[in-house]
């Protein structure tokens, strides 16, 4: 199994509060995705990353910033929670940008925004 | 732009019974195709995958996908299914876009199999 630690694991927390959750990989793999997954929507790009500090939006990045200090880590950041941000959230690595390659998938963090 | 299609969000086969799950998609260059799934509170993983040769691909757990660019389906098959294959798929399309993997995923199939 690819090495992907995403923390926390569950969160619950208040409209209005900030919120970090945190992809940890081990694969030295270049690039880092965050994706979240709601029903009826499959899975849709928030942000990624293709090296360190270089990083660059999704689809539905609004409300969401990210950080890659570390080739292992990457951070995402809600700045101030909504219920709409209510989802599972999931890191997934990869080390090509060619598109044939594969997909890791860190096994979520779900985030209920009260 | 690319997108894929998933018929159906939900399919029930019997054990032992023919799984099909059906995937088209649209791309402007030719698509690299994955299949993934995922097992309840896990992540995803790659089932099978074609980008180049043969059409007919073989993956994990006895599933396989066919590449059929003149009807642009990728139909996800296994023979005969098993209660382990209780699971939701995601048909997923890629293409090289400037520096990033772009994956534009399905909206996902939930298989499950009746005993």
């Known amino acids: 199994d690819a090495g992907i630690t995403q923390s926390p694991r569950h969160k619950v927390t208040e409209t209005g509060t900030p919120v970090t959750l945190r992809c940890h990989q081990t694969e030295n793999h270049r690039y880092m995705y965050w994706y979240r997954q709601d029903p009826g929507h499959g899975l849709r790009l928030i942000h990624y990353s293709y090296g360190v500090k270089d990083t660059d939006k999704g689809e539905v990045s609004d409300g969401y910033s990210v950080s890659r200090s570390k080739t292992e880590d990457f951070l995402l950041t809600l700045e101030s929670a909504t219920s709409s941000q209510t989802s599972v959230y999931f890191c997934?690595?990869?080390?090509?940008?060619?598109?044939?390659?594969?997909?890791?998938f860190g096994e979520g963090s779900r985030l209920t925004v009260l | 732009a690319q997108s894929v299609t998933q018929l159906g969000s939900h399919v029930s086969v019997s054990e032992g019974a023919l799984v099909l799950l059906r995937c088209n998609y649209s791309s402007s260059v030719p698509p690299y195709l994955f299949w993934y799934v995922q097992y309840p509170n896990q992540g995803l993983q790659l089932l099978l995958k074609?980008?180049?040769?043969?059409?007919l691909v073989k993956g994990i757990n006895g599933f396989e996908a066919e590449f059929k660019k003149s009807e642009t389906s990728f139909h996800l098959t296994k023979p005969s299914a098993h209660m382990s294959d209780a699971a939701e798929y995601f048909c997923a399309v890629t293409l090289n876009s400037g520096g990033y993997q772009k994956v534009t995923f399905g909206t996902g199939t939930k298989l499950q199999v009746i005993p």
């Open positions: 074609y980008t180049t040769g043969a059409t």
């Open positions: 997934a690595i990869s080390e090509s940008s060619q598109g044939t390659g594969e997909l890791f």
